[in-house]
């Protein structure tokens, strides 16, 4: 059964989603807000508390019931319905026992005038609240009737108080109103307030069984999903008759409307009956017998006899079908309803939700929503995460705009959940708080351009590295002090050069750098890496201070660099432009200074270099692995607060207590400040570069968040699976406009192979509309560096006899990144070009499974000829590819084995010289003697 929502049970029984929000709590029941769902039990609860308060409230004036309260409704909505009301409907009322089930439906406007005040049952029934006149309008009376306008009883399965009508009342007891809340698209109808429920209780009248009503919040909004097609019996038969008296709430049922033709069967009539009406819904009150009595599957005609009452029954129950037409949106795709928006509904979504999950924010069935999907020529199940694309197409078609929600706001809303809210943390510090802080540095460029070289040239100028022999350790990052205008200013560094690092860590939201230094080889100049890492540190709004290194070299042409990095919006600063440029020799140790130099100059100037030192730590992990002693060991670089021995972090999915930590010398450190790069252990597991870490209130909160963390990483990681390109695909990725460049990580045994296989692949034609990038190559086994640049870029991995390093593997099935293993150079290139041209099918290859030696035929009239075999070797499966040979010669192929049993049961499989009877579906021709060869088709692994 689909969850009510606390604001549409509030609506319902006329109260503010508050009263409701504070009642449920009042019960005992935690709820987050007006729009978290309630299970049923809950559900039931808080009606009963309603239905007890009002009770109380309304005693008197239950005991004297006032004629007409309708015309106290204040809501213009409800005039109609009080003007139209027939001659009948508003006779005072009747006596308690001539409206035994009337569930009082009131508007949900005016609540409190009508709720316990006894309306008279042509009252309650005419008063459904109505927001369509037309729907408003009453059922003609019955002819021959004493049934006033109330309610027929039990079609709320949600109403505690209602049951059966229990025995001797009969038509006299049923008005010849519409039924309350039977009809889950018609907005005008209202479930039974607790009010109406009271009168029925007072009035000692359970109405009837178990019906499958619709949701409570059916009445108060549109349809619901779930909810019967127009045209569709009613939901919700009740099974009259004496069959059950009182079987109470049946919920679950409700989602169901009742199927054609099975209606309730009245008066305890037998359920096949003649006469049975074409509807579904009917449901009639014990002792019933109105209309035709013994009916049997009786519809809603037939539930009310055929008399001039089933006529008027029947017109409105057009008119019904026919407001259930329009309110109901357009079938969609597939013949599906689903309810539309109107373009602009926003709705959020996380990262990796599932149909369900949208389903239930737009109140739709998933199933429709995945025949939807279907009809938009996506397939998922309606639990499976789906990417953010896929959602933005479903959202367009239904009227719907997605927006999934981005990590950082993801962390930010978990985050919430335990009060912490970094950004307001943030907001709140001035100028009294904050005080200085080091910038943090990532050096980028091209491949080979001096990366490594100019990060040990820098190292070994620290001013302070002598007493401490130099930086020793290798952990990720590193800070240094250089004498600046006369003051020890500290720089860190971002110990892994390249880009990747910066986008794997960028990939997750992190903002780890300040300043970026981009290295060019000054007898290389500007190439494609170099504008790869320009690019990416714009994107990030990360300023650039320019290393043109290997000055030393001849051939070196420094301003020949400058000219063309001008061209990508970096110009020095004496063609009047703002970056630095800075000659630097790397090999030497030449310019190393000045860099240093421009860097703190250009922090100085474009950078609001200040955190708060006093107060909890809150940082970004670099590195992380375990280590076989010491377990995780993580370096995170401490962004604002001061992160001290002791202290519990959560840092990603890894959580713990430090239990000692280190600096780049090795060194123990008992506090960490901001900027501070500090190798951290006591955490459970090993944190990735770019995770956020804080210093959490106690351990528990932060296994809590890591938890939560974990859980979002889980169904991120699945929607993930379904998204990125791969060979086979690459085509149709580009049919789809989704990329236009073939990315490709080159990863060989030695440089030579990969540099081979780069010029033949750049060599390839790739024609108009795609291009063919080579975005890194290496030596080397492919690693998780290799991977995460794949995931930023969407790029395929190309290995040349090298395998993925530990892990690697496992990690690029969860981010779902294309890994090729080849050998051979042309096999590599044959596939990129089949790729490019969009003919890159997957091979398949035959496996032969098993044969069988057929020994006997059966004949079956329902099977077919069933082949008793003795299965020779292998195994024989069901649903396998089979053929079938005669004397050497294939006489049937491309059968499937369709049945398989061993004596008489079904098999699944049957092994060597086990017997087993065989079912070559419609192919009969089959004889002793004769041979059933299996195999099924394996995807061939290139080479
Ligand atoms: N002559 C000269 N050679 C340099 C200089 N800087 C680096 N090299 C050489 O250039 C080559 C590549 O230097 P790396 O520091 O490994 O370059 P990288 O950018 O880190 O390379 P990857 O890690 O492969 O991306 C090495 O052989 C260095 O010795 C320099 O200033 N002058």
Redesign the pocket.
């Known amino acids: 059964m689909a969850k009510v929502r606390v604001h549409e049970l509030a609506k319902e029984l006329g109260i503010t989603s508050k009263d409701a929000v504070a009642k449920l709590q009042e019960l005992g029941e935690f709820v987050r807000s007006a729009s978290s769902t309630i299970e049923a039990p809950v559900v039931k609860k808080l009606r009963g508390a309603f239905r007890d308060a009002q009770e109380a409230k309304s005693t008197a004036p239950a005991k004297a019931p006032q004629p007409a309260p309708k015309a106290a409704a204040p809501k213009p909505a409800a005039a109609p319905v009080a003007n139209d009301l027939p001659a009948e409907s508003k006779a005072p009322a009747a006596p308690a026992e001539q409206a035994p089930a009337a569930p009082a439906f009131k508007t949900p406007e005016a609540p409190k005038a009508e709720s316990g005040s006894g309306q008279p049952e042509g009252g309650t029934s005419e008063t459904k609240p109505a927001p369509k006149p037309a729907a408003a309008r009453p059922a003609p009376a019955r002819p021959g009737a004493d049934r006033t306008g109330a309610p027929r009883p039990g079609n709320n399965p949600f109403a505690t108080s209602q049951g059966m009508p229990r025995g001797g009342r009969g038509d006299g007891d049923r008005s010849g109103g519409p039924r309350p809340g039977n009809n889950p698209f018609a907005t005008s109808q209202g479930m039974p307030r607790p009010g109406g429920r009271r009168d029925d209780e007072r009035g000692g009248q359970r109405p009837a069984a178990g019906a499958g009503g619709p949701r409570p919040a059916a009445g108060a909004g549109g349809p619901r999903p779930g909810a019967p097609r127009p045209g569709a019996p009613r939901p919700g038969a009740p099974r009259p008759g004496g069959a059950r008296p009182t079987p109470g709430m049946m919920p679950n049922r409700t989602e169901r409307p009742a199927a054609p033709g099975r209606g309730g069967a009245p008066g305890g009539a037998p359920r096949r009956g003649p006469g049975g009406g074409p509807g579904g819904g009917g449901g009639a009150p014990v002792g019933g017998g109105f209309g035709k009595g013994g009916r049997g599957r009786g519809g809603t005609a037939g539930a009310f006899g055929k008399g001039g009452a089933g006529r008027g029954k029947q017109r409105k129950s057009k008119r019904a079908k026919r407001q259930e037409l329009e309110q109901m949106s357009a079938p969609s795709l597939g013949g599906v309803s689903v309810p539309r928006g109107d373009g602009s509904t926003v709705i959020r979504l996380r990262r990796g939700s599932s149909i369900t999950e949208f389903a239930e924010k737009i109140d739709a069935n998933p199933a429709a929503l995945v025949t939807v999907l279907f009809h938009l020529g996506e397939m998922a199940t309606a639990t499976q995460s789906l990417d953010e694309g896929t959602f933005e197409v479903l959202g367009a078609e239904l009227g719907y705009k997605i927006q999934v929600v981005s990590p950082e706001d993801e962390e930010r809303e978990l985050l919430e959940n335990f009060d912490i809210d970094l950004d307001a943390e943030l907001d709140a510090e001035g100028d009294a708080q904050l005080e200085a802080r080091p910038p943090v540095v990532t050096v980028m ?10 990060l040990d040239a820098i190292r070994k100028s620290n001013v302070v590295a002598g007493e401490h022999g130099g930086i020793t350790q290798h952990i990720g990052a590193y800070q240094i002090d250089h004498e600046h205008e006369g003051d020890n200013r500290p720089i860190t560094f971002i110990d892994t ?2 880009h990747e690092a910066f986008t794997a860590m960028r990939a997750r939201g992190a903002k780890v750098t300040d300043i970026a230094v981009l ?1 060019v ?1 000054a007898d290389d100049g500007v190439m494609p890496q170099t504008v790869e890492a320009l690019n990416h540190a714009q994107a990030a709004n990360v300023p650039i201070v320019v290393a043109v ?5 001849e051939g070196a042409n420094p301003d020949k660099v400058k000219g063309q990095l001008t061209e990508y919006g970096l110009v020095p600063e004496e063609y009047g432009g703002e970056t630095m440029f800075v000659h ?5 140790g030449d310019g190393i200074d000045e860099l240093l130099e421009a860097v703190l100059l250009t922090a100085d100037a474009a950078l609001d270099m200040r955190a708060n030192p006093n107060k909890d730590a809150r940082g970004i992990a670099i590195e992380a692995n375990l280590d076989k002693g010491r377990g995780a060991v993580a370096t995170v670089l401490v962004q604002s607060g001061t992160l001290n021995v002791g202290d519990t972090i959560v840092a990603g999915v890894a959580h713990g207590r430090v239990r000692a930590m280190f600096n780049e010398d090795g060194d123990n450190v008992s506090e960490a400040g901001p900027s501070r790069p500090v190798q951290v252990l006591g955490l459970s597991t090993v944190p990735r570069a770019g995770d956020t870490f804080l210093v959490t209130p106690d351990e528990r909160t932060g296994r809590q968040i890591a938890e939560k963390r974990e859980a979002a990483d889980r169904n991120a990681a699945l929607a993930k699976r379904r998204k990125r390109v791969s060979l086979e695909d690459f085509d149709q990725a580009v049919a789809e406009g989704k990329v236009d460049t073939l990315n490709l990580i080159l990863k060989g045994d030695v440089s030579g192979a990969v540099e081979a296989l780069e010029d033949s692949l750049l060599k390839i034609d790739v024609g108009e509309g795609v291009a063919l990038r080579v975005i890194h190559r ?1 030596v080397g086994a492919i690693t998780q560096n290799d991977v995460n640049l794949a995931t930023v870029d969407n790029a395929i991995i190309i290995g040349f006899n090298v395998r993925p390093a530990e892990r690697v593997a496992e990690l690029a099935d969860r981010e779902g990144v294309d890994l090729r293993f080849y050998t051979v150079i042309y096999a590599a290139i044959d596939d990129i070009e089949l790729a490019l041209k969009g003919m890159l099918k997957p091979e398949f290859e035959e496996a032969q499974l098993g044969t069988a030696e057929i020994r006997e035929v059966f004949r079956s009239s329902k099977f077919g000829n069933i082949a008793g075999s003795i299965v020779r070797s292998g195994v024989i499966r069901r649903n396998s590819k089979a053929r079938l040979i005669r004397d050497g010669v294939v006489v049937g192929d491309n059968l499937t084995v369709e049945s398989l049993r061993r004596f008489k049961d079904d098999a699944t499989e049957v092994r060597t010289d086990f017997e087993c009877g065989i079912g070559l579906g419609s192919f009969n021709d089959v004889k002793e003697g004769d041979i059933v060869e299996t195999y099924e088709m394996r995807e061939k692994p290139r080479v």
């Open positions: 460029g091209h491949v080979d351009h001096g990366k490594t070289r100019l050069p390249g290295v080889a290194n290997k000055i030393d070299k630097v020799s790397a090999l030497k290496g």
